[in-house]
């Protein structure tokens, strides 16, 4: 593996010119690909129409894995060499270090790292900070990548040593992840690595905190203190972990808002610092976001901390909550009372957080609280109490709802698949027979929806649960009862559209088909009287294509899932092509998809031709990285040339 400095950067030049296509170097050509079978060549010439060096470069480093794992080593290694990237370099080679180690060549795994680091330090050298490129997200992900696997290489050679100094050097450099890689070092062999690295973490801590650096808002912020707290009380460093969150405090008092304070709350407890918490109560000036801070202080302290004091929060919470009056808005009341009555409920409070919902004189926000509560209980496997609450909801479309999250709540301790089904065919019955579908909700458009469109929703939601968690038995009666409430209610057509329009029936039936494919697509078993219905009613809906191409487009989606479900690769590809041009970005996620699925059938042609239809090109190079690294799983070993 030639690394030295000068004689890679002649190596680099001849390679940067075979990436882009540009004139090629007939040995440096034949020498990479001499032992490459045709598919890989193929791969690499997409590769290599990407626009950027980047893109080129890391396209490279998924060939360079294939090539390996194929048993090209010597073509593997020439290829990592003419990378021009340096985090695309670093991820190539340290990629055939790793495939090295599962060959059992542990010396040679080792030097291959020793040589890559001092690549990476020289690198580092040459970059001074004004010359320092701007690394790409795929290439931060890349150098993540890296030391993951100078990690793995490093403890099965026993290389602690190694590890550490490549610790000190492996790109992105943030104090949150090198803190958190000196965490994983410090846990991976205690009893005779922590010893060895705990002054190294000591020097580390002592240059990044100094209490006079960390005194503004950008300090804080390019410190990413969120992050680096539970990677300070791991490592019994809680001393630093408690000055960073008063620190943290000092400055959000200043300029984060109330909403930002009980950020630093939940930190502070989720971390072990209760009596910060405690501070932060005290700074909240709203009253509505008192009553939240004081009723979650009253959980936690009560709940995790096993503290007396807790009911003291919860009585300052009770107490402004009956006071709040017209100090608050609308929405800041239902903030401060929806989270009074959701530690209530967590701390077995019902009674308590019955009475805060009927703090509400109306009836929707009280409704939406107790339905809220009834989450909460079902969250807790309380399914029986839950359902003692729906009488006391006033709301028609609230009813439903609480219905829906009865019928919805997983299989209870005790309760048989047949008792859950039964339960759900009940509730969703109910949810239907409330009149919540029957007639248009008041009060117009409601975050940008209209009536139609929220019923629309919920019944979709109902079908989805009824598919994947009601009786078979219910099935074509629930088909039936929707059709009936579609056909009694007048629909208004849905959006304003160019060209002609659905009628309202059937612009329902095509949201409900749609959510019928949805949930055959997402069922964890194969039904064949669902993939009937699905069969008869896609068939229908296809006579629409003139009518409405907008509903046929997310309808040909949805269909390019169903097919790879139920395994038709070659009609998701055909339909795929069909509407390519429809929708860059989202087809890009089918194609994808398709591609995935072709490259693990092996079937290259298929693959590669998917690929090429993704116009978007930042996404083209993921689909060829995720499809090279695929298919180099699937390959047999063969002999490479020397």
């Given at each position: 593996m030639?690394l030295?400095?000068s004689?890679?950067a002649?190596?680099?030049?001849?390679?940067?010119?075979?990436?882009?296509?540009?004139?090629?170097?007939?040995?440096?050509a034949?020498?990479?690909?001499?032992?490459v079978?045709q598919?890989?060549?193929?791969?690499r010439?997409?590769?290599?129409?990407?626009?950027?060096q980047?893109?080129?470069?890391a396209?490279?480093?998924?060939?360079?894995l294939?090539?390996?794992q194929?048993?090209a080593e010597?073509a593997?290694?020439?290829l990592?060499s003419?990378?021009e990237?340096?985090?695309?370099?670093?991820?190539?080679?340290?990629?055939?270090a790793r495939?090295q180690?599962?060959r059992?060549?542990l010396?040679l795994?080792d030097e291959?790292?020793?040589?890559t680091?001092?690549?990476?330090k020289?690198?580092?050298a040459d970059?001074?900070?004004?010359?320092?490129?701007?690394?790409s997200?795929?290439?931060?992900?890349?150098?993540?990548t890296?030391?993951?696997?100078i990690?793995f290489?490093?403890?099965?050679?026993?290389?602690?040593?190694?590890l550490?100094?490549?610790?000190k050097?492996?790109?992105?450099?943030?104090?949150?992840?090198?803190?958190g890689?000196?965490?994983?070092?410090?846990?991976?062999?205690?009893?005779?690595?922590?010893?060895?690295?705990?002054?190294?973490?000591?020097r580390?801590?002592?240059?990044?905190?100094?209490?006079?650096?960390?005194?503004?808002?950008?300090a804080?912020?390019?410190?990413?203190?969120?992050?680096?707290?539970?990677?300070?009380?791991s490592?019994?460093?809680?001393?630093?972990?408690?000055?960073?969150?008063?620190?943290l405090?000092?400055?959000?008092?200043?300029?984060?808002?109330?909403?930002?304070?009980?950020d630093?709350q939940?930190?502070a407890l989720?971390?072990?610092?209760?009596?910060i918490?405690?501070?932060v109560?005290?700074r909240?000036?709203?009253?509505?976001?008192?009553?939240a801070?004081?009723?979650t202080?009253?959980?936690r302290?009560?709940?995790d901390?096993?503290?007396?004091?807790?009911g003291?929060?919860?009585g300052?919470?009770?107490?402004?909550?009956s006071?709040?009056?017209g100090?608050?808005?609308?929405?800041?009341?239902?903030?401060?009372?929806?989270?009074?009555?959701?530690?209530?409920?967590?701390?077995?409070?019902l009674?308590?957080?019955?009475?805060?919902?009927?703090?509400?004189?109306?009836?929707?926000?009280?409704?939406?609280?107790?339905?809220?509560?009834m989450?909460?209980?079902?969250?807790?496997?309380?399914l029986?109490?839950?359902a003692?609450?729906v009488?006391?909801?006033?709301?028609?479309?609230?009813?439903?709802e609480?219905?829906?999250?009865?019928?919805?709540a997983?299989?209870?301790?005790?309760e048989?698949?047949?008792?859950?089904q039964?339960?759900?065919?009940?509730?969703?019955?109910?949810?239907l027979?409330?009149?919540?579908?029957?007639?248009?909700d008041p009060g117009?458009?409601?975050?940008?929806?209209?009536?139609?469109?929220?019923r629309?929703?919920?019944?979709?939601?109902?079908?989805?649960?009824?598919?994947l968690?009601?009786?078979?038995?219910?099935?074509?009666?629930?088909?039936?009862?929707?059709?009936?409430?579609?056909?009694a209610?007048?629909?208004?057509?849905?959006?304003?559209?160019q060209?002609p329009?659905l009628?309202p029936?059937?612009?329902f039936?095509?949201e409900?088909?749609?959510?019928?494919?949805?949930?055959?697509?997402d069922?964890?078993?194969?039904?064949?009287?669902?993939n009937?219905?699905?069969?008869?009613?896609?068939?229908?809906l296809?006579?629409?294509?003139?009518d409405d191409?907008?509903?046929?487009?997310?309808?040909?989606?949805?269909?390019?899932?169903?097919?790879l479900?139920?395994?038709?690769?070659?009609?998701?590809?055909?339909?795929?092509?069909?509407?390519?041009?429809?929708?860059?970005?989202l087809?890009a996620?089918?194609?994808?998809?398709?591609?995935?699925?072709?490259t693990l059938?092996q079937?290259?042609?298929?693959?590669?031709?998917?690929?090429q239809?993704i116009?978007v090109?930042e996404?083209?190079q993921?689909?060829l990285?995720?499809a090279?690294?695929?298919?180099a799983?699937?390959?047999?070993?063969?002999?490479?040339?020397?």
């Amino acid at each position: 593996m030639a690394l030295g400095h000068s004689a890679r950067a002649s190596v680099l030049l001849v390679g940067l010119l075979i990436l882009i296509g540009g004139l090629p170097h007939p040995g440096i050509a034949q020498g990479i690909e001499e032992a490459v079978p045709q598919q890989w060549r193929d791969y690499r010439a997409l590769g290599n129409r990407l626009s950027s060096q980047r893109a080129r470069d890391a396209i490279a480093a998924a060939l360079v894995l294939a090539y390996d794992q194929g048993g090209a080593e010597n073509a593997a290694r020439r290829l990592a060499s003419a990378i021009e990237t340096p985090a695309y370099r670093a991820l190539a080679h340290t990629e055939i270090a790793r495939s090295q180690i599962n060959r059992g060549e542990l010396n040679l795994a080792d030097e291959t790292l020793r040589e890559t680091i001092a690549d990476i330090k020289q690198t580092n050298a040459d970059i001074t900070a004004s010359s320092a490129p701007r690394r790409s997200g795929e290439e931060e992900a890349a150098w993540h990548t890296v030391w993951d696997n100078i990690y793995f290489v490093y403890r099965v050679t026993g290389n602690w040593q190694g590890l550490i100094d490549a610790t000190k050097v492996i790109a992105p450099d943030t104090p949150a992840v090198r803190l958190g890689r000196w965490r994983q070092l410090s846990e991976t062999r205690p009893e005779r690595f922590g010893a060895l690295i705990g002054s190294t973490i000591e020097r580390e801590l002592d240059a990044l905190f100094v209490p006079s650096d960390i005194n503004n808002e950008a300090a804080i912020r390019a410190l990413d203190v969120p992050s680096l707290i539970p990677h300070l009380t791991s490592l019994n460093r809680r001393d630093v972990a408690e000055r960073l969150l008063q620190q943290l405090l000092g400055v959000t008092i200043n300029s984060g808002g109330d909403i930002a304070l009980i950020d630093v709350q939940t930190l502070a407890l989720d971390h072990g610092f209760p009596e910060i918490a405690i501070q932060v109560v005290r700074r909240i000036q709203s009253p509505a976001a008192q009553i939240a801070s004081w009723s979650t202080l009253a959980h936690r302290l009560t709940s995790d901390y096993g503290r007396t004091d807790g009911g003291v929060f919860m009585g300052f919470a009770v107490n402004a909550a009956s006071q709040l009056g017209g100090r608050v808005t609308a929405s800041q009341r239902l903030f401060a009372l929806t989270s009074l009555a959701e530690n209530q409920t967590r701390l077995g409070q019902l009674a308590d957080a019955f009475r805060t919902a009927n703090l509400f004189t109306d009836a929707r926000d009280r409704d939406a609280v107790l339905l809220r509560v009834m989450a909460l209980l079902l969250e807790q496997n309380q399914l029986a109490t839950a359902a003692t609450l729906v009488p006391y909801i006033d709301q028609i479309a609230a009813q439903s709802e609480a219905f829906v999250l009865l019928a919805d709540a997983p299989i209870q301790p005790g309760e048989s698949l047949s008792q859950s089904q039964r339960r759900v065919d009940q509730n969703l019955r109910a949810a239907l027979n409330t009149g919540a579908f029957s007639a248009i909700d008041p009060g117009g458009v409601v975050d940008g929806k209209t009536a139609a469109q929220r019923r629309i929703e919920r019944l979709s939601e109902l079908l989805v649960i009824q598919i994947l968690r009601g009786s078979a038995q219910l099935r074509e009666q629930f088909f039936v009862r929707l059709n009936a409430i579609a056909e009694a209610t007048q629909l208004p057509n849905i959006g304003d559209r160019q060209g002609p329009t659905l009628s309202p029936f059937d612009q329902f039936f095509a949201e409900v088909t749609l959510t019928l494919i949805r949930a055959s697509v997402d069922s964890a078993y194969d039904d064949p009287a669902l993939n009937q219905q699905v069969a008869q009613w896609r068939n229908q809906l296809w006579s629409w294509h003139n009518d409405d191409p907008e509903a046929v487009s997310a309808l040909q989606l949805l269909i390019v899932q169903y097919a790879l479900r139920t395994e038709q690769l070659d009609s998701a590809a055909d339909l795929v092509a069909e509407i390519a041009g429809q929708n860059e970005t989202l087809v890009a996620d089918y194609l994808q998809q398709v591609i995935i699925a072709a490259t693990l059938e092996q079937r290259d042609a298929l693959a590669l031709r998917m690929i090429q239809q993704i116009t978007v090109l930042e996404r083209r190079q993921n689909a060829l990285d995720v499809a090279i690294r695929l298919r180099a799983k699937t390959l047999p070993k063969y002999t490479s040339t020397p």
